[in-house]
């Protein structure tokens, strides 16, 4: 028989492109994943993604298994949120939608604390707010704002996406650069150096290079990491540059292990909003939660 955890870490695998991405998404291990994988490969009789070097690629009919699975997984997954809120009769359970590296840095270290039972998911924020809607997520944190006349949005923080380096990245020439106004030289001169990146998101680095170059980055990133946090770590006492909010480095900037290099000519913002239901029966947990949050990043 078929497990179901197969075609959750089948999804989590399409969805963010790597086995890491996938185990971090379900607190599984790389090789648990891989496991999951080569299982359901193994049944089905095929090959489901194409592995060259840290990307999977899904192959033909994988994508034709995706189409095939994801409306009756996410119907199964809604079923289980259900029934789990229907018999813990005592103790609610909330299901919040961040990115990873907002979690790692802000809820984590509160959610032994919390007197009530916490489902973390992680995803893209249109995903996101697609199922706060439908009710699988009680409350998201996320840059942008639905439309849905059902949710409501409250701003509480905001993020500055800025270029930074390693330690030991020379940014001398640059600054020169900046100081003549001389943008396509600074341009050349960042081209040049070593770029960090990660598989799952470069709207921030395309976002950067729009605003400060009116045009889009025409070059990869030399490293790519499982995630923003990873690329700080990289960073720390070292070489490169990376485009990242400002609050995921903050504490490195400050401690003289990662360098502010540029905020860009217009520092390029993000409003964070909190979203949830304007009708929920968990009002009570949804604000402790938010409080936690301002109390980090208010």
């Given at each position: 028989?078929v497990n179901l955890?197969?075609y959750?870490?089948?999804?989590?695998i399409?969805k963010?492109?790597?086995?890491?991405?996938?185990?971090e998404?379900?607190?599984?291990?790389?090789?648990g994943a891989?496991?999951?994988?080569?299982s359901l490969?193994?049944y089905v009789?095929?090959?489901l993604f194409?592995?060259?070097?840290?990307?999977m690629?899904?192959t033909?009919k994988g994508?034709?298994?995706?189409n095939?699975v994801i409306d009756?997984l996410?119907k199964?997954?809604?079923?289980e949120?259900?029934?789990q809120?229907?018999?813990?009769?005592?103790?609610?359970?909330?299901?919040?939608?961040?990115?990873?590296e907002?979690?790692?840095?802000?809820?984590?270290?509160y959610?032994?604390?919390l007197?009530f039972?916490v489902?973390?998911r992680?995803?893209e924020y249109r995903e996101?707010l697609n199922?706060?809607e439908?009710?699988?997520?009680?409350l998201?944190?996320?840059?942008?704002?639905?439309?849905s006349?059902?949710?409501?949005?409250?701003a509480?923080?905001?993020e500055?996406?800025?270029?930074?380096?390693?330690n030991?990245t020379d940014t001398k020439a640059f600054?020169?650069?900046?100081?003549k106004?001389?943008?396509?030289a600074?341009?050349q001169?960042?081209?040049?150096?070593?770029?960090y990146?990660?598989t799952?998101d470069?709207?921030?680095?395309?976002?950067?290079?729009?605003l400060n170059?009116n045009k889009?980055?025409?070059?990869?990133?030399n490293?790519?990491v499982?995630?923003?946090n990873?690329?700080?770590r990289c960073l720390t006492?070292g070489?490169?540059?990376?485009?990242?909010p400002?609050?995921?480095?903050r504490?490195?900037v400050?401690a003289?292990q990662v360098k502010l290099?540029?905020?860009g000519h217009t520092p390029?913002?993000?409003v964070l909003?909190?979203g949830?239901?304007?009708?929920t029966?968990?009002?009570?947990?949804?604000?402790?939660?938010?409080?936690?949050?301002?109390?980090?990043m208010?």
């Amino acid at each position: 028989m078929v497990n179901l955890e197969w075609y959750r870490t089948f999804k989590a695998i399409y969805k963010t492109g790597t086995l890491t991405g996938a185990a971090e998404v379900l607190f599984i291990s790389q090789p648990g994943a891989s496991l999951h994988l080569t299982s359901l490969e193994s049944y089905v009789g095929y090959k489901l993604f194409e592995r060259t070097g840290r990307k999977m690629i899904p192959t033909e009919k994988g994508k034709v298994f995706y189409n095939a699975v994801i409306d009756p997984l996410t119907k199964l997954e809604e079923v289980e949120k259900t029934f789990q809120k229907s018999t813990e009769k005592h103790t609610p359970t909330i299901s919040v939608g961040m990115c990873f590296e907002t979690f790692q840095l802000t809820l984590e270290q509160y959610v032994h604390t919390l007197p009530f039972n916490v489902i973390i998911r992680f995803g893209e924020y249109r995903e996101m707010l697609n199922n706060l809607e439908k009710g699988i997520l009680d409350l998201i944190i996320t840059p942008q704002r639905g439309t849905s006349t059902n949710i409501v949005h409250e701003a509480f923080s905001s993020e500055t996406i800025v270029l930074v380096g390693g330690n030991d990245t020379d940014t001398k020439a640059f600054k020169a650069l900046l100081n003549k106004g001389d943008l396509d030289a600074a341009e050349q001169w960042l081209k040049a150096e070593k770029w960090y990146g990660t598989t799952g998101d470069m709207e921030h680095l395309f976002r950067f290079w729009q605003l400060n170059f009116n045009k889009n980055p025409d070059f990869r990133p030399n490293y790519i990491v499982p995630n923003l946090n990873s690329i700080v770590r990289c960073l720390t006492g070292g070489k490169g540059l990376a485009i990242v909010p400002d609050f995921l480095c903050r504490k490195e900037v400050e401690a003289g292990q990662v360098k502010l290099v540029w905020e860009g000519h217009t520092p390029l913002q993000n409003v964070l909003y909190f979203g949830n239901r304007k009708k929920t029966v968990y009002v009570d947990e949804i604000n402790l939660i938010k409080d936690l949050f301002r109390k980090m990043m208010g």
